[in-house]
């Protein structure tokens, strides 16, 4: 059982952690190039809370039936699931479409000299921001409620 807890403590903090680099790796006004190189780094990140957060989601039901199955009845553990599961929402749903089309047009070669995103690449970068830096609230909030498990 504690190496249970030792693989859900470590795997929701490896997959969770990176959440909270985000919104400082996506900074309000990135030039062109460093947007490049911010989408760069994210890419590498973002390897963390997909096998992490995984690891962390099944680590965490196995021990509810390792201790208590009952616990499936308390507040807490549905809040961290449905927190799990709205962080997932947003990142794939809304963060990972607006990377791919950010990372689009950084890639043509037609926009390589450029010094400012247009308005509706702007647009683009602005849910990308939004995206992570609502998952990192949530991501807080689901650890408060891992650590304070309250009824």
Do not use: C
């Not at 929701?12 to 952690?17: D, E, Q, Y």
């Not at 809370?49 to 208590?68: E, N, W």
């Amino acid at each position: 059982m504690s190496l249970l807890v030792t693989i859900h403590v470590l795997s929701a903090v490896i997959g969770i952690g990176p959440t909270y680099f985000f919104p400082a790796l996506f900074r309000p006004a990135l030039s062109p190039p460093e947007l490049r190189g911010a989408l760069t780094i994210g890419q590498r990140l973002a390897r963390y809370p997909q096998v992490g957060g995984t690891l962390a989601l099944l680590s965490g039901i196995g021990l509810v039936f390792a201790s208590d199955t009952r616990l499936f009845g308390q507040t807490w553990i549905w809040g961290t699931l449905v927190l799990f599961a709205l962080i997932q929402g947003i990142v794939m749903g809304v963060g990972l479409p607006a990377t791919k089309k950010l990372g689009r047009w950084l890639s043509d070669p037609g926009n390589s000299d450029a010094k400012a995103l247009p308005p509706e690449v702007n647009a683009h970068y602005q849910r990308l921001r939004m995206a992570h830096s609502v998952a990192a609230v949530l991501g807080t909030v689901l650890f408060a409620l891992m650590i304070l498990k309250p009824s």
